[in-house]
């Protein structure tokens, strides 16, 4: 009967039904005016959420597909790089990096810590010969709900001719991420997070530096070779059939978060971190990052001891239609995670807190009923104020 | 004024109002319940739409993508493969190959004739030591408006172990393709085509023989690598995020295809195929393709001496808000073409015709008006008595 949960995962997102209508109109052909003027409508928006004037090429393939495209195409087979993780995501570039034959050195940081710039910068000036080509890293690291200091990181790469490509796949237009500013040179971001779009499209952006790199790598993939991305861009194409209808959503995706403008939504994503937060602590939960490195599009919250995060996720869905995340791998059942990011209203947070404290309760575990809805209200009574 | 054209295109084609409801349905958490439950009512109507119980790998990409995953997955580097080709997507096939390192040999057959069997046997009778590993062939050319005959080339092959690839994107469901009375390995299909949605998934199923040969060849590459989709599928999943607004478009698609059935499916598409080719001979045109090999999906016209395609193609369009394909490569211009798959009703391709016959006479091109129309009907007619 309830067809629509409050739906908080760090992507896929709720898709404003603005967005979904225009993904029912009907089909233009990938080859004629219609998608030229559509795809000419959409490169400049998405420029402005990148903060960029870099090239944009549009993938159909989810987030995941875009980091493959980045390491296809810019870094070459033998060639090495450095691979900055702090959770499952930069692991997940370290594997597309072997699959490449790129001789990746992963920088591995604990889970729910930060990339830290200064070790990052002792590494680079090590490296004497500029041997490494690329530095890989998350700007939203969505398996902890860590946020990365990117533009840290881009100072401790100083002159380093190292190519900086982050995946921004979960953090672009949730928190700040200033492509060109920072001297960034492939930015990937997903349509299913701050985009609020359904998956099925991967935005990547190249720098001049980035291409003039790729001019001497033959990239392995032919789908995911982005310098026919580029050719085919002049002519207002795509190589391969786009998903017409995801770029239609894009288009009035982009009309929102244009009308909304990039500073209040990444004030909105800092509101609902702190309504989260600090709603979450009042019941005596533990987060699972500190306050300074903590992510604007997701929060990870520790299980109380003796129960499963498996647990609370299930019956905020079944007893209260609250879909939640769960944790991955290693912390399975240890954190659950609550997503904020893209198209959520303050008061579906609230209702989550409020289910939260249900469900909490359900499980045995002793809360004051009313605690977090009332900090949160808080919160957000204070920022509107 | 006037949105939805009668568009005719051999993929994107037109999407069913209940498919495009289907799609509005609000997000689910791909890796939760619902997603699983959707999952699990696909596969089974896939398997029946493919004629097979081979496994499904449902990839969010474009047709391009399952290609680049046959070969990805299931030829190694240096190993030897034969591409059939009767067109631009028989050397999408090369192109991928040879960037996989794979040492295709092009069996390049003249565009606008199909794939000779005895060359193929011949062919692979020659190839005493088995080092051929695999045969890649398209079911339906879209640039030519060729049906292969892939029964004949399955007995072609015979007892030689080579695994057969059959790229059915644009032929599967338009035309009859038994995966696996006929011994194929490996069948790929676009979401676009037949199955009448918007373009964003392939689907590739996959015999025990190919996954055996999987075993031995590590996939370079990642979003690609198909032994992971095998091994999400067992509990509902993706690897990674999948297009899900599409996957809720395909259920709907599968369940009105499964209504119709597909004997009628074929039975409809051969119906306008028929409709088409008449009414265009009726016109003094002339038909790219014999009558033996033509496509049910889509027919190629000769545009008449003197009149490039693209302004029979613009004039359709701007005119009579009717949308035709133009040809491929060295055939742009030489041809155009009729899309007549998926979501197609009889009196569509009617309309079509009459626009025709008005667009060759505005081009000067002396038509009897209503010719194309007269024996298009009397083809409908007969077939309905």
Redesign the interface.
């Known amino acids: 009967m309830w067809?629509?949960?409050i739906?908080l995962?760090p992507?896929?997102?709720?898709?404003p039904p603005r967005v979904?209508?225009a993904?029912?109109?009907?089909?233009?052909?990938?080859?004629?005016p219609k998608f030229k003027e559509l795809l000419d409508e959409c490169i400049p928006g998405i420029q402005k959420i990148f903060q960029t004037k870099n090239d944009i090429c549009l993938l159909?393939?989810?987030?995941?597909?875009g980091m493959?495209a980045a390491v296809a195409n810019f870094i070459g087979r033998g060639e090495k790089a450095i691979v900055v993780s702090v959770g499952s995501f930069g692991y997940?570039f370290k594997?597309?990096c072997d699959?490449?034959g790129v001789e990746a050195e992963l920088m591995d940081f604990t889970w729910g810590t930060a990339a830290d710039p200064q070790k990052v910068k002792e590494r680079l000036q090590q490296d004497k010969n500029h041997e490494i080509k690329a530095i890989l890293i998350q700007h939203n690291e969505t398996s902890t709900a860590v946020l990365n200091d990117i533009e840290a990181i881009s100072k401790a790469k100083g002159n380093h001719p190292a190519l900086l490509i982050v995946d921004a796949i979960s953090g672009l237009a949730a928190a700040d991420l200033q492509t060109d500013n920072w001297g960034i040179d492939v930015v990937i971001a997903?349509a299913?997070k701050a985009f609020m779009i359904?998956?099925?499209l991967a935005m990547v952006s190249v720098s001049d530096r980035a291409w003039e790199a790729a001019e001497k790598i033959?990239?392995?993939?032919?789908?995911?070779?982005l310098k026919a991305y580029k050719e085919f861009l002049q002519k207002g194409q795509t190589p391969?059939?786009?998903?017409?209808?995801?770029v239609f959503g894009l288009k009035e995706a982009l009309n929102i978060m244009l009308e909304e403008g990039l500073e209040n939504i990444f004030k909105r994503h800092i509101l609902y971190r702190d309504m989260v937060r600090q709603g979450v602590k009042a019941l005596g939960l533990d987060l699972f990052v500190a306050d300074d490195i903590a992510s604007p599009a997701v929060t990870a919250v520790k299980a109380p001891e003796g129960i499963p995060a498996g647990e609370i996720t299930r019956i905020m869905?079944e007893d209260y239609n609250v879909?939640l995340?769960?944790g991955q791998q290693h912390l399975k059942d240890k954190i659950f995670r609550i997503g904020h990011l893209g198209y959520v209203q303050p008061m579906e947070i609230i209702a989550a807190l409020a289910a939260l404290e249900l469900t909490l309760e359900k499980l045995g575990f002793k809360v004051t009923r009313g605690a977090a809805v009332t900090v949160a209200e808080k919160v957000l009574k204070e920022r509107r104020d």
Do not use: C, W
């Open positions: 067809e629509n949960p739906f995962l992507g896929p997102t709720q898709v979904l209508r993904m029912s109109a009907p089909m233009v052909n990938h080859r004629g159909t393939s989810s987030g995941t597909g493959e997940r594997a597309i699959k490449y997903g299913q359904p998956p099925g033959n990239s392995q993939s032919l789908y995911f070779d391969y059939t786009p998903a017409i209808s995801l869905r879909v995340a769960g």
